[in-house]
């Protein structure tokens, strides 16, 4: 029988048989290589697409999210495809329906956009070139030559805010976000979700700052850049008793792990889209407990591929936990802090999401 999580109550039922029967694994999976088929992708097809543009949001290209990540998509499907990929990068707000257009400009066949500001000028430019296919990054624009790429990273998001709630001491944890938008406002009621899943389980009190499922509003810098708003807000976080920070907020959330440095080191923090033991600065890796992954590099791949025999479509790509899309990183330095108690459990967990035992609802959801 399957069972529904909200946001606001998340409940889960972990039976002790059940677990003991477990195999315990070192640590949680990251999302499979792209060659296990990876959202999106397909056999390559005839080679028709010589060129692609990509457009990145005002966040610019090495934003150790998913301008990063969607660019290395592009890169790859250049290697792969032999397909030409060239990237406009926006630095501000006004720079992005000028780039989309410049892109369009090229005579390329397939445009990458990236994020919701780019979404108005995604669509424009999709209404008065029927011939170029469009995609979108973390945004649904519905057109017939777009094609959204999105992720449920509430399911990923679960079993981080899971993970988070057992490796507390405290019994706060906390979240904050860039802005109050569908892609980030997905991964915090994911994140209250997997928290509230452990309370139940564990009979525990873990308390969560900085989002409010019920009223879908809590705490947001309002930047996405600007690190110093990240580490004033975790600094805010921490003097009330978090010990484990979520930011969902592109480089500002690099703000929590200064703060945490500055608190002597004490405060673990999660990353979003790509594994932050990769793409952040070393000093931040004792630090990270996890990353709530998003595979975007094999989806972008996929749809460049797709793209590649001159077919127009509007078939959204959407990255679950099922088809490897979305998970959670591995716990890296921090491995001894997660028992295997709790990696038996959040394994259980990611199955019981794949079979639609465990529905982790959100009104953000894709």
């Not at 938008?181 to 700052?209: C, H, R, S, W, Y």
């Not at 394994?347 to 999401?353: G, K, N, S, T, Y």
Request: net charge negative; glycine share 10%; proline share 5%.
């Amino acid at each position: 029988m399957s069972r529904t999580l909200s946001p606001a109550r998340a409940a889960t039922v972990l039976a002790a048989p059940a677990l003991a029967a477990l195999l315990l694994l070192a640590g949680c999976s990251a999302p499979p290589p792209a060659e296990t088929a990876a959202p999106g992708a397909s056999d390559a097809p005839e080679q028709s697409l010589e060129c692609a543009q990509m457009v990145t949001n005002s966040g610019g290209l090495n934003d150790r999210s998913f301008n990063e990540t969607s660019w290395a998509g592009m890169e790859r499907a250049q290697e792969e495809l032999g397909v030409e990929a060239n990237v406009l990068v926006s630095t501000t707000e006004s720079d992005l329906a000028p780039n989309v257009q410049a892109a369009v400009d090229t005579g390329c066949g397939f445009v990458l956009t990236v994020g919701y500001e780019l979404a108005a000028a995604t669509a424009e430019q999709a209404e008065a070139n029927p011939d170029v296919q469009f995609a979108i990054v973390d945004e649904i624009v519905e057109a017939p030559n777009v094609r959204s790429i999105v992720f449920d990273t509430a399911q990923a998001a679960f079993l981080a805010g899971y993970a988070a709630a057992s490796v507390s001491e405290t019994g706060t944890v906390a979240t904050f976000g860039g802005g109050n938008q569908p892609p980030v406002t997905l991964f915090m009621d994911g994140f209250a979700a997997g928290i509230d899943a452990f309370n139940e389980a564990k009979g525990a009190d873990v308390q969560l700052l900085g989002w409010d499922p019920e009223s879908q509003d809590g705490t947001f810098t309002g930047d996405f850049e600007n690190v110093s708003l990240g580490q004033s807000q975790t600094q805010a976080f921490i003097a009330q008793g978090a010990d484990v920070i979520l930011p969902v907020a592109g480089q500002v959330g690099e703000g929590a792990f200064r703060a945490s440095l500055d608190a002597g080191g004490e405060v673990l923090v999660l990353w979003v889209d790509n594994d932050g033991y990769d793409t952040l600065p070393e000093e931040f890796r004792p630090l990270l407990l996890t990353s709530v992954l998003k595979n975007t590099e094999d989806a972008v791949v996929g749809a460049v591929t797709d793209a590649a025999d001159g077919t127009i479509s509007d078939e959204p790509i959407i990255g679950t936990l099922e088809n490897g899309g979305v998970d959670i990183a591995p716990f890296h330095d921090l491995d001894d802090r997660v028992s295997d108690e709790t990696k038996a459990e959040l394994d259980a967990l990611r199955e019981q999401i794949i079979a639609g035992e465990i529905t982790v609802e959100s009104p953000s959801s894709p």
